[in-house]
């Protein structure tokens, strides 16, 4: 085998670093998020108008109608099941106190 010839490498030209994100300085922050109001919401013209009720109690989960592997984080606020040791093969359920007519 016939040794290599030695190939010249190219010169890199000094090449400006960029600034990083964090490093920039914002040109314009952007505007802050508007609450939408539900009179600013454009409404369905066919839509029926709503006789019921508005609800009144908050949404919850009761531990006692949940399945084993149903964990409640975020102050009972969001339900998660467990993924460990086969618990995955199992369907998580819960029910809640208010249910949704059709």
Excluded at 52 to 77: C, H, I, Q, S, Y
């Amino acid at each position: 085998m016939a040794p290599k010839k030695a190939q010249k490498t190219p010169v890199a030209e000094p090449v400006e670093e960029k600034k990083r994100k964090a490093e920039e300085t914002p040109e314009e922050e952007p505007a802050a998020k508007k609450e939408v109001k539900p009179e600013d919401l454009e409404p369905e013209k066919d839509a029926p108008a709503d006789k019921r009720p508005a609800m009144t109690e908050a949404v919850g989960f009761n531990a006692a109608d949940t399945t084993l592997n149903v964990v409640p984080t975020l102050g009972g606020k969001l339900l998660m099941s467990i993924n460990e040791g086969g618990m995955q093969y199992l369907i998580a359920g819960a029910r809640a106190n208010v249910g949704v007519k059709a």
